[in-house]
T-cell receptor
């Protein structure tokens, strides 16, 4: 592993199903983020974590949950998927959060389609 | 009005041309990021700036903190530079957790 790895890269999901998008980084970054990218709306923050054991809500958190049990992993869970959650999801990380964020590193994205 | 405005929204140029993409923001910031996203692809960080100028290969990024403005320049542009370029800023607000993104500039370089 080098950098950030997301899985799956693409998924079609029936509405109502539970889905977890995985994100793993090997850079020992403290801060991790989940964004969704939709045409015309740009990147929007779903949830973030400043350090292992802590998480926070971004601007579009409803319908999503995250956990940060350790430094490397930051999974995003859709408890009961709805069509409006069809999007491309990007995981990102940085050395620190806040003012001294440092360079951002992004995963390759997970394209999710909810039918 | 968005806190981060990019211009132009779309730019088409011929190979070899000098390219400038602008980013203006309305809040105090601690850092500004330039990101690149190829069609259907992932997002790559090009630069992080808090002052002055940075250069990497044919890419140059500048920032003027007083004027709240940054520019991304591409010299000797090439079709492989075709991508969406995104400006993002980290506001100086206590407890700020959210990068503020511009809407992106779609660049197309024709051979």
């Amino acid at each position: 592993i080098a950098g950030i790895t997301q899985a799956p890269t693409s998924q079609i999901l029936a509405a109502g199903r539970r889905m977890t998008l995985r994100c793993t980084q090997d850079m020992r970054h403290n801060a991790m983020y989940w964004y969704r990218q939709d045409l015309g709306l740009g990147l929007r923050l779903i949830h973030y974590s400043n350090t292992a054991g802590t998480t926070g809500k971004g601007e579009v958190p409803d319908g999503y949950s995250v956990s940060r049990a350790n430094t490397d992993d930051f999974p995003l869970t859709l408890a009961s998927a709805v069509p409006s959650q069809t999007s491309v999801y990007f995981c990102a990380s940085s050395v620190l959060a806040g003012f001294s964020t440092g360079e951002l590193f992004f995963g390759e994205g997970s394209r999710l389609t909810v039918l | 009005k968005n806190e981060v405005e990019q211009s132009p929204q779309n730019l088409t140029a011929q190979e070899g041309e000098f390219i400038t993409i602008n980013c203006s923001y309305s809040v105090g910031i601690s850092a500004l990021h330039w990101l690149q996203q190829h069609p259907g692809g992932g997002i790559v960080s090009l630069f992080m700036l808090s002052s002055g100028k940075k250069k990497h290969g044919r890419l140059i990024a500048t920032i003027n903190i007083q004027e709240k403005h940054s520019s991304l320049h591409i010299t000797a542009s090439h079709p492989r530079d075709s991508a969406v370029y995104i400006c993002a800023v980290w506001p100086i607000i206590q407890g700020a957790q959210k990068l503020v993104f511009g809407q992106g500039t779609r660049l197309t370089i024709n051979p």
